[in-house]
């Protein structure tokens, strides 16, 4: 077995397994393919490029997206580190300058002197493990090839969409005004307001607009966690309204007034030049997004420096595949970390890269490893991932549900949230203070 960890993808889950172990002292060959082999949906070449939203979600306690990043910065994780440090206003959530935030990670990692950076397509599994595969949703044809020849299994899959950017000048703010929904935070989204008849107006195009076919061979699939827009406005004609355009909790800041609905946009950079519009993640054809998204008060005119597109999404079925240490149940030493796996959102794929890569640094030393507490939100997250086979296994984000039943019972929401998130970082705090001296802590 190698004294060094091989890791195949540089996406989030990669990058904050390679920090994570190279901080250990124990070396890393990284291999990302871009830019030689390029995908759909990256525009760059950057380690961690954030391909769908730039928001890495609430950023709030108790909530358990705000939970799971406290969690992460108790290891200094490189990933939220960075969002931290890149950050652009979100109200309550944490989003960020997608070019700085991966520029960042890129040359921290470039710089790391345990961190071999290599740029080239990985077609075959390394058979001189322990690696990690961490290639996500869009690995290349002749790894998914290799990965499912290892497996035995065809991929799971589903379809996720990306959301329009336009042009900050373009958008006209007579007809807008900056709020955060029940005053959480600053004035940090930029609002949209739509009466009912310019709502009906948008349902009804949404529904008739021309949208990308799929492939004859292909079933439409989606994350009921990010629907396209004209998927939403299909299932009802008021779908939207009390989804991504709810009104509630989002007054002119002057008239104090309420409206039929309302489209929100988000900064996309800190210069805040560009915005993305909050989910509007679409497979409307290009000429249908320009035309359709143009009705929107305010964005008239606007000029889009991306359109929304759709992409395919492919996992493996991880409760039947891995351990609780996320390698190979049939080939110990083959680990799996990030979307390839089956969890959902960004910090999610950040913390299954965080523990495979502990796990492996484990495997590496000869040392024993012991996987985070259930009551903890990596330990929930991974018990859904790792846990009893199922017939049904879909991507899931870190939520309150999957934690252990015992403090449920509290019926006040807000207050059982408070003691599930207190006592998931005292017993994460316990579960650091245990490995430490296994696995090494970081630098």
């Known amino acids: 077995m190698n004294d060094y960890l091989t890791i195949l993808g540089a996406g989030l889950a990669g990058s904050e397994a390679a920090w994570q172990v190279a901080e250990r002292g124990v070396s890393v060959r990284l291999y990302e393919m871009r830019p030689a082999t390029p995908t759909p949906a990256h525009k ?15 950023n709030q306690t108790p909530s358990a997206p705000h939970l799971l990043k406290e969690e992460l910065r108790k290891f200094n994780s490189l990933v939220i580190s960075s969002g931290d440090s890149h950050s652009v206003p979100a109200g309550a959530a944490l989003a960020v300058d997608r070019n700085l935030f991966s520029q960042n990670i890129t040359q921290k990692l470039s710089e790391h002197p345990n961190i071999t950076l290599i740029r080239e397509e990985v077609t075959e599994i390394p058979t001189d493990g322990p690696v990690i595969i961490a290639t996500g949703p869009l690995t290349s044809p002749k790894l998914s090839e290799s990965i499912s020849k290892l497996i035995g299994q065809e991929y799971l899959y589903f379809y996720d969409a990306l959301s ?6 373009t958008i006209d703010y007579e007809k807008t005004f900056f709020a955060s929904r029940y005053d959480k935070g600053s004035d940090d989204y930029l609002n949209c307001p739509i009466d009912a008849t310019q709502y009906y107006n948008l349902v009804r195009e949404l529904n008739q607009g021309e949208k990308v076919p799929f492939k004859s061979f292909e079933k439409p699939i989606y994350f009921e966690g990010c629907l396209p827009v004209e998927e939403l406005a299909s299932r009802g004609e008021k779908t939207l309204a009390f989804g991504p355009l709810k009104p509630v909790g989002l007054l002119h800041p002057e008239t104090k007034k309420q409206f039929h609905a309302v489209v929100q946009l988000r900064h996309e950079n800190k210069e805040g030049t560009a915005f993305n519009l909050v989910g509007f993640q679409t497979k409307l054809t290009y000429p249908e ?3 359709i998204f143009r009705m929107i008060p305010g964005l008239e005119n606007a000029e889009f420096f991306r359109f929304g597109a759709i992409h395919r999404n492919t996992f493996i079925n991880a409760p039947d595949l891995l351990s609780p240490e996320l390698d190979l149940k049939t080939n110990s030493g083959i680990y799996f970390a990030g979307q390839i796996i089956g969890v959902e959102g960004y910090v999610e794929s950040v913390a299954m890269g965080l523990l495979a890569g502990l796990s492996a640094v484990k495997r590496i030393r000869g040392e024993k490893y012991f996987t985070p507490p259930a009551d903890t939100a990596l330990g929930s997250l991974l018990s859904h991932v790792t846990g009893p086979p199922r017939s049904s296994y879909q991507p899931m984000n870190i939520n309150y549900g999957l934690f252990p039943v015992g403090q449920k019972k509290i019926r006040n929401k807000l207050e059982r949230n408070k003691m599930i998130a207190s006592k998931a970082l005292e017993s994460l705090s316990q579960w650091i203070d245990s490995i430490n001296g296994e696995i090494g802590s970081a630098a």
């Open 44 to 58: 760059t070449d950057n380690c961690a490029e954030l391909v769908c939203s730039n928001s890495l979600g609430n």
């Open 164 to 169: 329009p950017i336009v042009d900050a000048s």
């Open 289 to 291: 997004q320009k035309r």
